[in-house]
């Protein structure tokens, strides 16, 4: 019966998804307002450009890797919804992965199938893939490395996230956790890494304590040290391989306009509009005026030291580190929009079965 009642689930978000886009064709073409993400617009004219052969950044505002721009290339012979369904379809994968994740973390069937149910049923999260924002592939791609990293898949984790950080650069931010729980300590050939389960036992840390302690020396020696293993080197060379090799084949295509609207943009943004960061009023203050690059790199800090303190703290469980890092990411920079509040929900389902919400 669970599994009839995870296979329906998973057919009723297929059939409100494919609705949702329908309706959004109704509501472009008769109302004002329209229900298709700008970015939508941008992806596919992108997309146009490089199938004509040209470059996809001769398109305003298109700050993205091209191999975004690669995926939507049939809407420019197939049909223009393509990428939707293409986005939708990840959307799903999401909630499969979660489920898959939960499974492999001993999660009962039923709270498996709830958690589920927080991603797949999210007005929000429904809403993104179907208006045609791409976030629903990095969020399963993300997934999808973690559940390799579970099996015991190393080769082949690394190279998604190459793959991923290439694509969006903000998972750049679980390089170090990954490394750590590769530790041969927390990771052993043919078993599940120490992210299998953190509900029952209390996280030990490689000096055998059940407390972290930032002032003690040998905890922070033996927690450096863990970094450089042989797995961790091994996904460390992968996955660096993937990015740049993927980086310096954009770079030969497209030339400085790939590196100065994909990647150097985001480091020095300052945007005024739909921002709901807490620079907000500052940007909007002096958005008239130029900001030095010692200004724009400073925000930064925050974030930093934020993140340090997160992954001192909760590497060994993984997912958990992975929310609370994209969590407090999103909160200090210097711009959110919408769709970033995305890249924690999907991590959410995830770390609910081990919290005091109540699904049912």
Same mark, same amino acid.
């Given at each position: 019966?669970?599994?009839?009642?995870?296979?329906?689930?998973?057919?009723?978000?297929?059939?409100?998804?494919?609705?949702?886009?329908?309706?959004?064709?109704?509501?472009?073409?008769?109302?004002?307002?329209?229900?298709?993400?700008?970015?939508?617009?941008?992806?596919?004219?992108?997309?146009?450009?490089?199938?004509?052969?040209?470059?996809?950044?001769?398109?305003?505002?298109?700050?993205?890797?091209?191999?975004?721009?690669?995926?939507?290339?049939?809407?420019?012979?197939?049909?223009?919804?393509?990428?939707?369904?293409?986005?939708?379809?990840?959307?799903?994968?999401?909630?499969?992965?979660?489920?898959?994740?939960?499974?492999?973390?001993?999660?009962?069937?039923?709270?498996?199938?709830?958690?589920?149910?927080?991603?797949?049923?999210?007005?929000?999260?429904?809403?993104?893939?179907?208006?045609?924002?791409?976030?629903?592939?990095?969020?399963?791609?993300?997934?999808?490395?973690?559940?390799?990293?579970?099996?015991?898949?190393?080769?082949?984790?690394?190279?998604?996230?190459?793959?991923?950080?290439?694509?969006?650069?903000?998972?750049?931010?679980?390089?170090?956790?990954?490394?750590?729980?590769?530790?041969?300590?927390?990771?052993?050939?043919?078993?599940?890494?120490?992210?299998?389960?953190?509900?029952?036992?209390?996280?030990?840390?490689?000096?055998?304590?059940?407390?972290?302690?930032?002032?003690?020396?040998?905890?922070?020696?033996?927690?450096?040290?863990?970094?450089?293993?042989?797995?961790?080197?091994?996904?460390?060379?992968?996955?660096?391989?993937?990015?740049?090799?993927?980086?310096?084949?954009?770079?030969?295509?497209?030339?400085?306009?790939?590196?100065?609207?994909?990647?150097?943009?985001?480091?020095?943004?300052?945007?005024?509009?739909?921002? $709901?960061?807490?620079?907000?009023?500052? /940007?909007?203050?002096? +958005?008239?005026?130029? *900001?030095?690059? @010692?200004?724009? %790199? &400073?925000?930064?800090?925050?974030?930093?030291?934020?993140?340090?303190?997160?992954?001192?703290?909760?590497?060994?469980?993984?997912?958990?580190?992975?929310?609370?890092?994209?969590?407090? $990411?999103?909160?200090?920079?210097?711009? /959110?929009?919408?769709? +970033?509040?995305?890249? *924690?929900?999907? @991590?959410?389902? %995830? &770390?609910?079965?081990?919290?005091?919400?109540?699904?049912?």
């Amino acid at each position: 019966m669970d599994k009839i009642n995870f296979r329906f689930l998973l057919i009723i978000s297929a059939i409100l998804r494919v609705f949702l886009i329908l309706y959004g064709e109704w509501q472009d073409t008769h109302m004002e307002v329209r229900y298709t993400d700008v970015d939508y617009l941008v992806f596919s004219d992108a997309a146009a450009l490089m199938a004509s052969g040209k470059s996809p950044y001769e398109r305003s505002t298109y700050r993205y890797s091209p191999l975004i721009a690669a995926l939507l290339l049939p809407n420019s012979f197939l049909h223009h919804m393509w990428g939707k369904f293409l986005f939708s379809a990840s959307d799903l994968l999401v909630g499969l992965l979660i489920h898959t994740i939960l499974k492999l973390r001993g999660v009962p069937e039923k709270l498996c199938t709830s958690s589920m149910m927080v991603w797949l049923f999210n007005p929000f999260t429904f809403t993104i893939g179907t208006r045609g924002n791409c976030e629903p592939i990095v969020c399963a791609v993300i997934l999808w490395i973690i559940l390799c990293l579970m099996n015991d898949q190393l080769v082949q984790a690394a190279f998604w996230y190459g793959l991923v950080v290439h694509m969006r650069i903000y998972p750049i931010i679980y390089a170090l956790p990954i490394t750590l729980v590769l530790h041969p300590l927390h990771f052993q050939s043919g078993k599940k890494p120490a992210l299998v389960d953190w509900s029952s036992r209390k996280l030990m840390s490689l000096n055998g304590s059940s407390k972290l302690r930032f002032t003690d020396l040998q905890y922070i020696r033996n927690f450096l040290t863990s970094i450089f293993t042989w797995r961790g080197l091994v996904f460390g060379l992968v996955s660096g391989s993937i990015f740049f090799i993927l980086t310096g084949l954009c770079f030969y295509f497209y030339g400085w306009d790939f590196l100065d609207e994909a990647l150097l943009y985001h480091l020095t943004r300052t945007d005024p509009r739909h921002n $709901f960061s807490i620079y907000f009023y500052h /940007i909007y203050l002096h +958005y008239e005026q130029e *900001f030095s690059s @010692l200004e724009k %790199l &400073i925000s930064f800090l925050p974030q930093f030291i934020v993140q340090l303190a997160l992954i001192f703290r909760f590497a060994y469980d993984l997912p958990f580190c992975f929310f609370v890092q994209t969590l407090t $990411f999103v909160a200090f920079n210097k711009v /959110i929009t919408a769709q +970033y509040f995305v890249w *924690f929900f999907c @991590l959410l389902p %995830l &770390i609910l079965p081990w919290s005091n919400m109540k699904l049912t």
